[in-house]
């Protein structure tokens, strides 16, 4: 399963509003935790290897899982999908303070007790580093959306900054998380390059998280080792060794044999046969994930609207969710989850209709041809159509859409590749844009704002956008004004128009909302998921019991 988050079922999304209502204190961390002394080794299987280990630089969950564990943000991504604390020892709200009455200001108190893993302490000129890093358009950043809101960072005193925004921005709280591009960076370490993108940083970081990033082994595994300073209290497990399975049938075996002790990227099918394991708990867990298929709008024939409702007409995405799917999830076919409060649910998919694909197809000047297949202009309608290798869900959907595109003429061919390929930021398949169609997922924040993945802004290499879909003037408008208001009424109905523009448009069209499947050993106690799909947002939590230390 891969994911840009790349990023991404039942996720509970929350507005801006609730969760600046009251100010979340950071809590110490539980007795049983501090006092316990360090033990044992976890083995976490992954199917992507990272392309990097600077946070500032990825869009994959594995950048996002080395991130939660090697460094902070101002805030993590919480269980239910709220922010909690992180370097901040309270999230920012109006009834606190922390927010300003236009909206335009947020003021961060960070904790004085965090450290760098060098021992140097983080202090408000780090943040305002990170700032200026991200909007550093030297750094291949994947999306800058939301910090391109931030007019300046102030440093108030060594422990308070000050955010200033260009407007009211609903979705600001989500800024400076763990999830990319947000968590801090070290400005005595960073601070003297004039680019990040190729510096002894990004494959050796030095963060402020719970745990140090010992040694990377490429195409193995990533080896973590506990930060005994760490100021929220030492975690608990001794070593963290995030392991590189890019098969989901051999991560099964090894959960099987418990040669790997957790894992979040089994596929629906392996679900039945993950629940008969012995000594392994698995379960269930809906995440503000969803898996789509992207057209490539930046060029022919994929820039024809036309074209891209053929292909939707020719597919039928209730039998590939409940074929390769297995049913579990839900189904929407926009950019809002179905469970989240969030997405309109009188939207339906294209019905499957091969006849009103070929009249569009026909329309856009593709006519059958006696081989069988279309062309105009002395061309063949080809599509190379993408998805990460050894992603056994993918490719089953990849080998049904191919089989119903040919049915309408389209030569569809299959060229898939590995994570570190497909989503690489500088040159990778999706930033350059050469391909078709591509099928993988995005786990997304749970604000409702979709501008980092859709719209005129985040095109790459400005974003992620792989779609280059733009829209129109009222498109861009109502993206604006959306996650410009704190109100909710309001906000639920600007992202009820711009899903039904999104779905008339078709960039995307999404085949399901995910259900994860967390696995665990047994003795393995702590481990979850937030709805963006983070299983070390809590790694300081994480037990082992005396039998498996």
Same mark, same amino acid.
């Given at each position: ?14 507005? &801006? ?20 002394? =360090? ?45 909690? =604390? ?50 550093? /358009? ?25 955010? !200033? ?7 600001? %709280? ?9 968590? &801090? ?42 930060? /005994? ?7 608990? $497990?001794?070593? &963290? ?9 051999? %991560? %099964? ?16 099918? +392996? ?6 394991? #012995? *000594? ?5 867990? =809906? ?133 570190? $390929?497909?989503?690489? +930021? ?33 095109? =790459? #290499? +400005? ?20 996650? *410009? ?13 711009? +899903? ?6 078709? #960039?995307?069209?999404?085949? !399901?909302?995910?259900?994860?499947? %967390? ?11 937030? #709805? ?18």
């Amino acid at each position: 399963m891969t994911m840009a988050l790349r990023a991404r079922a039942t996720a509970v999304v929350l507005a &801006i509003a609730p969760c600046v209502a009251a100010g979340l204190a950071a809590a110490p961390p539980p007795a049983a935790f501090a006092a316990a002394g =360090p033990n044992g080794i976890v083995r976490y299987g992954t199917l992507v290897e990272p392309e990097t280990l600077n946070p500032l630089l990825g869009a994959t969950v594995a950048v996002s899982n080395v991130s939660a564990l090697a460094f902070d943000g101002l805030v993590r991504i919480g269980e239910g999908g709220r922010p909690v =604390p992180d370097l901040a020892t309270v999230v920012p709200s109006r009834e606190g303070g922390g927010i300003s009455a236009d909206g335009r200001t947020i003021t961060y108190h960070l904790d004085p007790r965090a450290r760098w893993h060098d021992g140097r302490p983080v202090t408000a000129e780090d943040v305002a580093f990170t700032w200026h890093a991200i909007m550093n /358009p030297r750094n291949n950043v994947a999306a800058r959306t939301g910090y391109d809101e931030i007019t300046a960072v102030d440093t108030v005193d060594p422990h308070t900054v000050r955010l !200033r925004l260009r407007r009211a921005y609903a979705p600001a %709280l989500y800024l400076f998380t763990t999830l990319f591009p947000g968590a &801090i960076l070290p400005k005595h370490i960073l601070g003297a390059y004039a680019d990040l993108n190729r510096v002894p940083f990004n494959t050796a970081p030095i963060g402020s998280g719970p745990y140090r990033v010992r040694e990377w082994r490429h195409g193995d595994r990533i080896v973590f080792e506990r930060n /005994p300073a760490y100021f929220r209290g030492a975690p608990s $497990i001794e070593r &963290i060794d995030l392991e590189f399975i890019p098969d989901s049938n051999t %991560l %099964l075996n090894l959960v099987r044999t418990h040669e790997i002790d957790a894992a979040a990227d089994l596929t629906p099918d +392996q679900l039945a046969e993950a629940r008969r394991t #012995p *000594g392994v708990s698995t379960t269930l867990v =809906p995440v503000n994930g969803f898996s789509f298929m992207s057209f490539n709008t930046r060029r022919a024939p994929l820039s024809d609207v036309r074209v891209r409702r053929a292909l939707c007409y020719a597919i039928d995405p209730k039998h590939i969710f409940n074929v390769v799917y297995h049913g579990v999830g839900l189904q929407a076919p926009v950019d809002q989850s179905p469970a989240g409060g969030w997405a309109d649910p009188s939207l339906r998919y294209y019905p499957t209709d091969p006849a009103r694909a070929a009249s569009l197809l026909d329309a856009a000047g593709w006519k059958m041809g006696s081989d069988g297949f279309r062309s105009h202009a002395g061309n063949r309608l080809t599509l190379d159509v993408t998805a990460v290798s050894g992603s056994k869900t993918a490719e089953q959907v990849e080998v049904i859409a191919q089989a119903a595109w040919r049915a309408i003429g389209v030569d569809a061919r299959i060229k898939n590749a590995p994570g570190n $390929i497909l989503f690489a +930021q500088s040159d990778g398949i999706l930033t350059k844009g050469t391909f078709d169609v591509a099928f993988f997922s995005y786990f997304v924040n749970p604000d409702p704002n979709d501008s980092a993945i859709v719209g005129p802004g985040t095109v =790459p #290499p +400005q974003g992620e956008n792989e779609t280059g879909y733009v829209g129109d003037a009222e498109f861009a408008r109502l993206q604006r004004d959306a996650s *410009g208001t704190y109100d909710l009424a309001r906000r639920h109905a600007l992202y009820d128009r711009l +899903q039904a523009i999104l779905l008339r448009d078709v #960039p995307r069209y999404t085949l !399901r909302w995910q259900s994860v499947i %967390l696995v665990t050993r047994a003795g393995l106690h702590g481990v979850s998921l937030n #709805p963006a799909g983070d299983a070390f947002w809590n790694v300081q939590q994480w037990t082992l019991s005396p039998a498996r230390a």
